[in-house]
Structures are given as structure tokens and as C-alpha cells.
């Protein structure tokens, strides 16, 4: 069978291993339409621009009662804390293949791995490589953060209170700069741009297809916000790059409120759901995990280096058994699993499901209201 074939089946079973997890008829109706459109037929990749359908009612407040006190404080340090792109270190040269300066350290790879996996690379091969796994992680935190920018606009219409909503209004305003930021590292300091992750835009447009704003909530601060923090911070602690370094820095300190935001809203929300809708919201946030899980498998770059090459699932076992990407992983979900314990989306019933994915080790950590910047940026 032509390698191609192999690896288009391979793309297919793995998709569908995942939603054979879906357990709920109804998140299986919410979610099935936007894997057919990101995994089936591959939107983010057919060109400059996608159309996703909005469904959801703007909740006005008339009477302006300042209600949420946790939120206020939110709003009040975000007004506190504004940054301007333009005050970064632009004029720093970045050379993302010497391996002193790399987004994405040499040690982020096993080269002897490699090398069973059939991937025989020189060290200037190896240098490229690394330069290109950091232009594709920055690329999919671009994607991102364009997904945040658009579904933090429609929870400031969404939502139901109205210190979340000035405290939503600061987070676009937020997201904006982080899509500026990331837009010009990746144009003047890489080159290169990689198109959205087949995952990742199938998250973005279920979210923001969906009428529900407590979905939307659970979606973006919760899931896509949650994995980032953990990922900006893993690539924070790990690059001598200090452009990247600054940028991430102010970027994980918005982060931080964003999900402090998505607890803090959700936390009691959950509470007052009949047994029914709240199952429903943690099969639904058990199969996007098990999503954004796929997300960091990096296949963009299998399709440029080495279809053809080497087997789809050769590079899948190179990716998941490499030391930077395991820790990635790590410390994404050390960032999720609390804070779906804290809103109360991670109950006995479902902790099996988690159980089985590896995921449960997390439990135990703090969740996002009780993480200091330190120890965030440490």
C-alpha cells in the first residue's frame, strides 16, 4: 500500500479513535460538525480566510449592579497592567538555528530515536528542524489567540454578568496584542507560517458555533486558555531566546487572568446545572482534552520533512516519546486537570475516563485562582 494511502488512513482512525470516546449523544451533535470540518475536510488548510457561523444572544445588564467582586479585582488589575508591543526588544537579532538562542532547545528532541524512527539528519539539518518546530509552535499560539481574540468578543456579549463583562472587554483588548505580538515575531524574526493545527481548528469552531456562553467559557479561558498558559510557560523556561523570552513573559500574565476569569465565572455556574447539562459539559470537556492532546503531534512538519519518508506513525512515536514534547504535555495539563477539578467538571464519574488517558496525576495541583505570576513565570 503507497505510503500515502497508509498515512490518510492512519489521519482518519486516529480522528475517529478519539470521537469513539464520546460518550453523550448530544456533545457526539455539538462537536461532530466542526471535526467534519477540521479533520475531515481540513478547513483551516484550504485557504486565507475561514467562515464559522456565530450562535449565540448578547445579554444586556440595564441595571449595572457591580456584583462580582473577584471579577472587579480582575478588571481592575488588567487596566493596571496593559503592555505595548511596541515596547519590546524588536531590534534583537534572532538566530532560531543556533541552538544557544533557539525557540526550541536541541535536548527538545532524541536524536538516537530518531534515528530507529528512520529520520538521519546532519547537524545543520537538526538546527533547521528545531527553527521549524519553533515557527510551528508559534504559529499554532498565533492561531490561537486569533480563536481567543474573536471568542472573548463574544463572551463580553455573552455573559451574564456585567463585571465580566468589563472585565471580558480588557481581554479582547488583550488577545489583540497577543495576536499583533505573535503576527510580527513570526514575520520578522522566523519567516515562516505554519497553517492551523487540524485539532485545534476543529476546538476553535466548535466553540465559537456554539450558542451555549457557558461552552464558550469551558472552550476558550478554560481548555484552549488553560493548555496555552502551560505551554507558554514550558517554552519560557526552556528558550535563551530573551525576545521570545520578553514577550512571553507579559503574554503568560494576561494568560493568568484569562483563566482566572474562566474558573471564577464558571465555578458557580456549574453548580446551579441540573445532573444532565453538567454531565454533558464534562463529556465535552473530556473529549476537547483529549483534542488538544492531539494538537502537539506537529504532523504540519511530518508533511513538510518526511511524508513519504517515514510512516505517519513513525513520526507519531518519534513526537510523543521526545523529552520536550512530553514535557510540554506535562505541563499543559498540570495547568488544565485543576482547573477542571476547581469548576467541578472533573467528578468521580468521569475521573476513569481521565484515569485511562494518563491525565489523572494532575489532579491535586492548584488551579488558576491560587497560582501566583511567580511561580507562573518560574
Not at 471564577?264 to 482534552?289: M, P, S, Y
Not at 497560582?371 to 507562573?376: C, K
Amino acid at each position: 500500500m503507497p505510503k500515502r494511502v497508509q498515512d490518510a488512513l492512519d489521519a482518519w482512525g486516529e480522528g475517529a479513535k478519539v470521537f469513539s470516546l464520546i460518550r453523550d449523544p448530544k456533545v457526539l451533535r455539538s462537536l461532530s460538525p466542526s471535526a467534519i470540518r477540521g479533520l475531515v475536510l481540513k478547513r483551516g488548510k484550504q485557504g486565507p480566510t475561514a467562515s464559522m457561523p456565530a450562535q449565540h444572544a448578547a445579554l444586556f445588564q440595564w441595571g449595572y449592579h457591580r456584583d462580582q467582586p473577584e471579577m472587579a479585582e480582575l478588571y481592575r488589575r488588567a487596566k493596571a497592567n496593559q503592555w505595548d508591543s511596541d515596547d519590546m526588544p524588536w531590534q534583537l537579532d534572532v538566530d532560531l538555528e543556533d541552538p544557544t538562542t533557539a525557540v526550541v532547545p536541541v535536548d527538545f528532541l532524541d536524536w538516537d530515536l530518531a534515528r530507529s524512527c528512520g529520520i538521519h539528519l546532519d547537524e545543520r539539518e537538526r538546527g533547521r528542524l528545531l527553527r521549524d518546530f519553533g515557527a510551528w509552535a508559534l504559529s499554532q499560539f498565533l492561531h490561537g489567540e486569533q480563536g481567543a481574540l474573536y471568542a472573548a468578543a463574544q463572551v463580553t456579549e455573552a455573559v451574564e454578568f456585567y463585571d465580566g463583562k468589563l472585565y471580558g472587554a480588557t481581554q479582547v483588548m488583550d488577545e489583540a496584542r497577543h495576536v499583533e505580538t505573535f503576527s510580527r515575531y513570526l514575520q520578522t524574526k522566523v519567516g515562516k507560517l505554519y497553517p492551523v493545527q487540524d485539532n485545534l481548528y476543529t476546538i476553535i469552531d466548535a466553540l465559537m458555533t456554539d450558542g451555549r456562553w457557558d461552552i464558550k467559557f469551558l472552550g476558550m479561558q478554560i481548555m484552549i486558555e488553560g493548555l496555552a498558559l502551560g505551554a507558554f510557560g514550558i517554552m519560557y523556561r526552556r528558550t535563551n531566546e530573551p525576545l521570545i523570552r520578553e514577550i512571553l513573559k507579559n503574554v503568560i500574565r494576561d494568560e493568568a487572568r484569562h483563566v482566572h476569569y474562566g474558573v471564577v465565572a464558571l465555578r458557580e455556574h456549574i453548580k446551579g446545572l441540573t445532573e444532565r447539562e453538567r454531565n454533558e459539559r464534562e463529556d465535552w470537556a473530556f473529549q476537547v482534552a483529549m483534542l488538544m492532546r492531539n494538537r502537539w503531534l506537529a504532523y504540519e512538519i511530518y508533511e513538510e520533512w518526511f511524508v513519504g519518508t517515514i510512516s505517519r506513525d513513525k513520526w507519531r512515536q518519534f513526537i510523543l516519546n521526545a523529552p520536550g514534547a512530553a514535557e510540554f504535555r506535562a505541563l499543559m495539563f498540570s495547568r488544565l486537570i485543576p482547573n477542571l477539578r476547581e469548576i467541578g467538571l472533573l467528578t468521580p464519574r468521569i475521573q476513569p475516563a481521565y484515569e485511562k488517558a494518563g491525565l489523572m496525576r494532575f489532579f491535586e495541583g492548584p488551579a488558576a485562582n491560587r497560582l501566583g505570576e511567580r511561580e507562573l513565570l518560574s
